[in-house]
Each structure stands twice: as structure tokens, then as C-alpha cells.
């Protein structure tokens, strides 16, 4: 009677493996997320074992001999509730597009796995394994190039907060971060389990894989399994730190402020809120914060995206009176150059021939563009430069092409259809000659490669606007303050930052943060920053992991549809 209760027992537990490893695998990749209090930010270490109990799943099901599908939906369970666990905020700005960016994201990641899946099952273990980080950072590299891009959880991404690792950043860019933990994952999980020998086993050798695992790396000495993966942890790290042991901050200095209105997105800062402070009242704010910080030195000011939201025509740009007040605030101040946020729209007439595929159209107005913008005034009486922003949130400010042909007919009861955008990275030029900014607005942060073009184009500081306050107090803008981080690291660049309701603050060319503000509160902060000139390799030779392992996954895919084509052929 014991033994058949130790039997059910056991039986039960074999049961629930998979989606105990898919839950613990889903906790690991979110304990090890930032952000964290600052003494736990070496949880990131966290994340070079994370797929552990992914590769463990999905090695338990194949020995079970389970379907593909039912390997998608393990697969899938863990996905979601990563997903989940990290991004919940996003629901804070919209309800259903948190739930969508949940949910579709996870489905997408799927991509990836379930090709390592059929390559290992095709081509067997040793190919199938050095397939996953193949095909995992291709699909990285797709994620933040096409419309439904979501480069948030770009897996490296995870080490912002513990930056001091990836210094070596500058030479591989983010995506370097996501190839070290597949590396160290898998290192770790044959050193541990070992490779599944056949994916074609008889059931009898597939219950002996599934509760022993004894693969050939297992019968080696345990210093020789583990020596690889203990090199693949340390040597990175120790690299990373000669680094930042060695690395000077360069160029002039210039004496930048950023402000922090702290205009609340739901309640205050829009005509149809509730609490609506007036957009006169909001740029007396703004010049009042500002003036807080100002010196004799200064050069420059940022205000942060949309800080002026009422609607400016750029046509007729200069009549606006809330321009001719700026002006006027620039003549007391000669020498202090400003950027802010704004929302901007451009006209194109009625002939269709002359608008972009993005203009929408009104009767009153014919066919007109909708920006977000970053204006930079240079002076009290030189024309403004502009920047529209041209990384755009899918679903929020720019809808996917399938979709604006699907709606495109249909009345929604108001605007409809995605921002403008630009082709070009548009470098400000102030009357400091070594002070050229790169004007990054809100999520546009995220890329590493969109911020490298700016610095080709001659950029020697990156100055990031953005309003966080849609994802309230959440892990959402954290990780967005953390991850710009990474952006300096990358390009070996200054960063000021300037967020409406934070977190705004300076962040140096090793990606140590100066100083920050909380949030929640108006600030204003003043720093020195340096204006390096200097390209880093990421910046002078581009993205080199991301084309190459899409090259590289698409000759894996090719090979495995013939193997899977003469297996079938075979077969018959």
C-alpha cells in the first residue's frame, strides 16, 4: 500500500514538472529583471540560469514523447507569465493594450522556441541547441525593426541595473547581453542534465531520460562539466570591469538643465481632464522650474515630451502666443538654448499626391500629419529645428499596416490612424560647437541601434524627453530610466533626461547614474556633462549580432526543411 502511494505520489509530481519548470522558469527571468532596490541589483546574475528550467521542460516533454503542440503550450505558459510578471504596468496606460502586449508578445517569443524545437527533433541535440540563441536574438533583431516591435524585454535589457558587467556593451550592443545568457543557460543545463541523445526513443528509454538523465557530459568529472559555464560567467564579467576600471569620461563640458513639471496625463494636463490646469499656467511652470537652476553657464534646457500639448501648426509656427512667450523668456535669457516636447501637425492641402501614408484627413484641413515632436530653439529670434519622433508605440501612436487598412472605413468618433514620422535621425546643433544632441523622445531609448545613428550623425550628448507618468508609480518607468543606462554604455555618451513626472536626471558615459529625481515631485537638476565625439565599435560598424544570426537562422531553417523533406521522402 505504501509503495502504490509513493508511486501516485510520484506520479504526480512527473505530472506537474512541466508547468512547475514553466512557472519557476517565468520567476527567474522576473526576479532578475530589473529594477530592484539597489543593494539586490546583482539579481541580475539571476538571468545567466533562467532558461534552465525552460531547456529542462521542454527536455521532459520530448522524452515523454509529447506533441509539439503540447511543447508550444508549456512553452507558451512560461512566455505569458514572463510577460505578465514584467510588464503588467503597461495596463495602467490601457487597459487592453496591456492585456494585448501580454499576451501577443508572449505569442511571438514562441517563434523562436518552437523552431529550436523541430531543429533539434530534425537535426538532432548538438545542432538544436546551438540553434535556440540563433534563432532567439534573430527574432530579437526582427522585434525592433518591424511595426508590431516591443523591444522592451530584449533580453539585454535585464543587466541595466547591473551594467557594471556588460561594459563591453560598446562593442556588441545589447544584443551581445541577450547572447551571453543563452550561452551561460546552456552551458549551465548540460553541465547539469545533459543533452538529450534522440528525440526518437523507445518508451522505455524515454522514461529513463525523463527520471535520469545521464547524458555523456554527466560522466565526466564535475570540475571538467562545470569549468565551461563557471568561464562563460566569470570572463565577461572580468572583462567588463578592466573596462570600466580604464575608461575616462571625454570631451568639452557644458552646463545642461532638465525640468520636471509633474503635470499629471490623467487628470491635469489635457483640456478634458478632470482637474485641467490651463496650458498658459503649465509653461509658467515650466519657465518657473526652470529659472530655479539657471546660471550664468548654462546652454542648455530640455523640457520633457509633449510639454506643450496643445496643438501647434508648424506652418504657421511663430504666431502661436505660446511660442511668442518662449521668445520672449529666451531674450531675458541670451546664451540658454531650450528643447521641449510638443505636439505639432503639418498640412499637406487637399492634394493627396503631396501627403505622407500616414496623413489623415479633415474637410476643414485637407490632407495633415500629427507629430510628436522635439522643437529646439536656439535663440530668441533664429527659426526652430524639428524632430518628430519615428519609433513609435505599436497600437498607441502608430497602427499596424493590416490594421489602418481594416478601420481605415470605419467612423471611430474621432482620429484614426498612426503618427507621422521621420525617415532621418535629426541632430540638434547649438551655438556650442562641441554640444550636439541627439533627441530621443520616450521610447525611442529602447534601440540601441536607432540612438548609435544619431551619434554617426554627429552627436555628442543624448538627450532623452519623455512623460512616464502614463504607466504611474510602476516598475514601467524605472526600467525605462535604467535602461538608458545601457544607451550611454553603448555609445559612450552623456545622457540628460527630462520626464514629466520622473524620473529625470544625468547619467555618464559608463552609464553611472549622477544625479535623479523622484517621482511624483517638480523638480529641476543642473549638471555639467561631457561632450565626447568619439564612435565606439557598436557605433562604427553597426549591429553586427542581430544581421548575422538572422542570416545564420534562416540557413538553419532552410536545412532543417530539407532534412524534414528527406525524412518524409524516406519514410514513403
Not at 560567467?233 to 576600471?245: D, K, N, Q, R, T
Not at 545601457?486 to 559608463?510: H, P, V
Request: proline share 5%; hydrophobic share 45%.
Amino acid at each position: 500500500m505504501a509503495a502504490s502511494s509513493a508511486t501516485s505520489a510520484s506520479a504526480r509530481v512527473a505530472y506537474w514538472r512541466p508547468s512547475l519548470l514553466a512557472l519557476l522558469g517565468a520567476g527567474l527571468l522576473w526576479l532578475g529583471w530589473p529594477v530592484h532596490p539597489s543593494p539586490l541589483s546583482a539579481l541580475a546574475a539571476v538571468l545567466l540560469v533562467a532558461w534552465v528550467p525552460y531547456l529542462r521542460m521542454e527536455q521532459l516533454l520530448v522524452a515523454r514523447g509529447s506533441s509539439g503542440w503540447k511543447v508550444f503550450r508549456y512553452t507558451y505558459l512560461l512566455l505569458v507569465l514572463w510577460n505578465a510578471f514584467t510588464t503588467w504596468w503597461v495596463s495602467f496606460s490601457t487597459l487592453g493594450g496591456g492585456i494585448a502586449a501580454v499576451v501577443l508578445n508572449a505569442l511571438l517569443m514562441c517563434i523562436p522556441t518552437m523552431a529550436f524545437y523541430h531543429t533539434k527533433r530534425l537535426a538532432g541535440p548538438t545542432l538544436g541547441y546551438i540553434s535556440l540563441p540563433i534563432y532567439w536574438i534573430a527574432f530579437e533583431q526582427l522585434h525592433l525593426h518591424w511595426d508590431l516591435t516591443w523591444p522592451w524585454l530584449t533580453l539585454g535589457n535585464g543587466f541595466a541595473q547591473a551594467n557594471q558587467w556588460v561594459q563591453w556593451y560598446e562593442y556588441t550592443g545589447f544584443l551581445g547581453g541577450s547572447l551571453w545568457i543563452w550561452v551561460v543557460s546552456i552551458l549551465v543545463f548540460r553541465a547539469w542534465f545533459g543533452f538529450q541523445r534522440s528525440a526518437t526513443s523507445s518508451p522505455s528509454s524515454q522514461h529513463a531520460i525523463a527520471h535520469q538523465p545521464s547524458a555523456a557530459p554527466l560522466g565526466r568529472p564535475v570540475a571538467a562539466r562545470w569549468l565551461a559555464p563557471i568561464l562563460a560567467v566569470l570572463l565577461p564579467i572580468l572583462f567588463s570591469y578592466f573596462i570600466g576600471a580604464t575608461y575616462q569620461e571625454k570631451g568639452e563640458t557644458a552646463e545642461v538643465v532638465v525640468v520636471q513639471p509633474n503635470v499629471d496625463p490623467f487628470l491635469e494636463k489635457f483640456s478634458s481632464n478632470p482637474n485641467f490646469i490651463p496650458y498658459d499656467q503649465q509653461v509658467t511652470r515650466l519657465i518657473g522650474l526652470t529659472e530655479q537652476q539657471l546660471t550664468p553657464q548654462t546652454r542648455l534646457v530640455l523640457w520633457p515630451e509633449t510639454a506643450l500639448e496643445e496643438a501647434y501648426f508648424e506652418q504657421n509656427f511663430e504666431s502661436n502666443s505660446k511660442v511668442i512667450r518662449l521668445r520672449d523668456w529666451l531674450r531675458q535669457h541670451p546664451g540658454v538654448e531650450l528643447i521641449t516636447g510638443m505636439t505639432t501637425i503639418k498640412m499637406y492641402g487637399s492634394n493627396k499626391e503631396t501627403a505622407t501614408p500616414t496623413a489623415r484627413f479633415r474637410d476643414d484641413l485637407g490632407y495633415y500629419d500629427v507629430f510628436n515632436t522635439a522643437v529646439h530653439f536656439t535663440s530668441a529670434t533664429a527659426p526652430v529645428t524639428f524632430y518628430h519622433k519615428s519609433r513609435l508605440v505599436p497600437g498607441v501612436e502608430k497602427v499596424p499596416v493590416v490594421l489602418t487598412k481594416l478601420i481605415s472605413n470605419i467612423d471611430l468618433g474621432g482620429t484614426v490612424g498612426s503618427y507621422g514620422s521621420q525617415d532621418q535621425r535629426t541632430v540638434f546643433k547649438t551655438n556650442t560647437p562641441a554640444l550636439r544632441l541627439a533627441p530621443s523622445i520616450c521610447y525611442e531609448s529602447v534601440y540601441g541601434d536607432f540612438m548609435a545613428e544619431y551619434i554617426k550623425n554627429g552627436a555628442t550628448l543624448i538627450g532623452i524627453i519623455t512623460n512616464d507618468g502614463w504607466w504611474s508609480d510602476s516598475p514601467g518607468h524605472k526600467q525605462h530610466f535604467q535602461y538608458a543606462t545601457l544607451r550611454a554604455i553603448e555609445t559612450r555618451r552623456d545622457i540628460a533626461r527630462s520626464a514629466n513626472t520622473g524620473i529625470s536626471g544625468f547619467i555618464n558615459q559608463k552609464g553611472e547614474v549622477l544625479t535623479r529625481t523622484e517621482w511624483w515631485v517638480q523638480a529641476v537638476s543642473r549638471h555639467a556633462v561631457h561632450l565626447n565625439h568619439e564612435l565606439t565599435f557598436y557605433v562604427k560598424h553597426g549591429d553586427l549580432l542581430g544581421p548575422a544570426t538572422q542570416v545564420l537562422a534562416v540557413l538553419l531553417l532552410v536545412f532543417v526543411l530539407v532534412q524534414a523533406s528527406r525524412r518524409r521522402t524516406s519514410f514513403n
